[in-house]
């Protein structure tokens, strides 16, 4: 019973602060008028352009890419060692299955990158 307190406890905690600090409201009308507020501020008829959604998600697709691919070279190396200075058969199979992670988490990064340059040229040629 005891651990199972230890676990609850925290996520009580948080989700008593979540809401305690939410904004509260006397009246219907002030949802409705911050409502209206809300949806006239974005009703405007700036519209955002394609160079500028380029410029703002290029270079963070292309750190997060960066990030991802230092991480991957990082595990990889980390697994090889293991690989070869462990000795048992159980410690090996645990690396295979890790290995197998690793390699679906490498597609997952590439083949992002992949779609989104496809789609960009296909996008930008038509």
Same mark, same amino acid.
């Given at each position: 019973?005891?651990?199972?307190?230890?676990?609850?406890?925290p996520?009580? /905690?948080?989700?008593?602060?979540?809401?305690? &600090?939410?904004?509260?409201?006397?009246?219907?009308?002030?949802?409705? /008028?911050?409502? !209206?507020?809300?949806?006239?501020?974005? &009703?405007?008829?700036?519209?955002?352009?394609?160079?500028?959604?380029? !410029?703002?998600?290029?270079?963070?697709? *292309?750190?997060?890419?960066? #990030?991802? *691919?230092?991480?991957?070279?990082?595990? #990889?190396?980390? #697994?090889? $060692?293991k690989?070869?200075?462990?000795?048992?058969?159980?410690?090996?199979?645990?690396? !295979?299955?890790?290995?197998?992670?690793?390699?679906?988490?490498?597609?997952? #990064?590439?083949?992002?990158?992949? $779609?989104?340059a496809?789609?960009?040229?296909?996008?930008?040629? /038509?």
């Amino acid at each position: 019973m005891k651990k199972y307190i230890c676990k609850i406890a925290p996520l009580i /905690t948080i989700m008593l602060v979540l809401v305690l &600090s939410m904004p509260t409201y006397s009246k219907a009308s002030d949802w409705i /008028t911050q409502g !209206k507020a809300f949806i006239t501020q974005g &009703s405007g008829t700036e519209v955002i352009s394609t160079a500028e959604v380029e !410029k703002a998600v290029v270079p963070i697709a *292309t750190l997060l890419v960066a #990030i991802g *691919t230092v991480v991957l070279v990082i595990a #990889i190396v980390v #697994i090889g $060692i293991k690989y070869m200075t462990c000795g048992s058969p159980d410690e090996k199979a645990k690396l !295979k299955v890790q290995l197998i992670g690793l390699v679906a988490a490498t597609i997952v #990064i590439f083949g992002a990158r992949v $779609i989104w340059a496809t789609l960009y040229n296909v996008m930008s040629s /038509t």
